[in-house]
């Protein structure tokens, strides 16, 4: 029942005229999920700060005549409803009761990171990362060289070995690893 009338809703009508309205429906969205009116205003509020801070920095103006400040406020607003509803694609069952929880404040939540939304699907992504990241940095840095330079990072401190991989009449292949970031290479 929620997510139908959510996603009919999201689609707004061209006709409508003025942000208020815009902001009256997303309130009426948003306390379709959630039963707390505290709570769905602050959201709401979230959003549309969220969508001013988001138009200053890319210095668009703060107007809902303006498209790209409206549709960074329904942009927003879809993927905060898609965090709120349980069964959505997003699968965040826990949003709410952290929300109500009071674990953040309900006008955080359209700045939080997907990571901050959803710590449970990131976790194991953030466990691998501090695991490669601990890798590079136990390696000894006095090994380290500025002869390579790294295309996803940019950096140039790397470590590398040499190897025959190919027959003698030919050169060595070069093994290199970047100690910025990890990525392995060879020439």
Known sequence: MICKSTVSILRYKNSMTGGENLRINSRNILAEIINDNSITVNLERGIYNYTIWRSLSRHQPCMWDCPHFTNTYKNKLKQVCANLIPNSYVGNKSLITRLKDEEFKPHEVAFGSPCDLFPERWEKIIQEKKKRDAAVSEIDSS?????????????????YYTMQTRSSDESETIFITCLGCGRKWRK
């Open 143 to 159: 090994i380290a060289t500025e002869q390579f330079k790294c295309a996803k990072c940019g950096g140039n401190k790397t470590t």
